[in-house]
């Protein structure tokens, strides 16, 4: 068991699984409290958009995926506070045309679907170097917004009312929940990809 650890690649992929096994669960709790266990499912659907906008422009998959995955993290939570009756629908079509724009754009591009399923599914074992580096500093983002903001994040998780009354700033507070959440799905794309990344 040990000598498999003197291969790089199970280093990178090592690395690579303790940073999402750090963020996830972490940003996972928040989600959980909140009722909105499907947002990670959500925002991993859009950012399927921004890993084909990286591949189709030959930039980083997953920068422009964390790009992506913001607005439409930003998106979701502004549909939440103020949808009525048409914020089911308006989620479900955020969610799945972002599958779709993400198709679409690798087709306009000249690429296959084939070029998203390393993003969709994940392969940790395929794990490079710039990956691991892109996976810490998204995961020590994740973890010190998670750790250091941990009280004011569980009051308005919990509460919002209570949190307001304590004069937290609660509407930028459930932003920062979304954002956070983005980041965490861009994290784990490579590792377990974005269409599984909700179960973690």
């Known amino acids: 068991m040990i000598e498999l650890l003197s291969y790089e690649f199970m280093q990178r992929a ?5 940073f999402v096994g750090l963020a996830a669960p972490l940003v ?3 989600l959980v409290q909140r009722r909105l266990a499907l947002m990670g499912d959500g925002i991993g ?10 591949l189709a422009t030959g930039t980083s998959p997953t920068w422009t995926a964390v790009l992506v995955a913001v607005l439409g993290a930003v998106a979701i939570e502004v549909i939440r506070e103020y949808g009525r009756t048409g914020g089911d629908v308006a ?11 993400g198709v679409l754009l690798i087709g306009l591009a000249g690429g296959t679907t084939a070029n ?7 392969s940790i074992a395929t794990v490079s170097q710039s990956d691991v580096v892109q996976i810490v500093i998204l995961g020590l983002v994740v973890l010190g917004v998670g750790i250091g903001l941990r009280p004011a994040l ?9 949190a307001r009354s304590l ?20 994290v784990a794309m490579r590792v377990v990809g974005l269409l599984l990344v909700s179960a973690i």
């Open 14 to 18: 090592l690395i690579a699984a303790v």
């Open 28 to 30: 996972g709790i928040y």
């Open 45 to 54: 659907h859009v950012a399927v958009t921004g890993v084909a906008l990286g």
């Open 91 to 101: 989620l479900a079509l955020l969610f799945y045309g972002g599958i779709a724009g």
């Open 116 to 122: 998203l399923m390393g993003y969709l599914f994940g």
């Open 154 to 162: 569980f009051a308005v998780s919990h509460d919002e009312e209570f």
């Open 167 to 186: 004069g937290l700033p609660v509407r930028l507070l459930n932003v920062l929940i979304a954002v956070v959440a983005a980041l965490t799905v861009t």
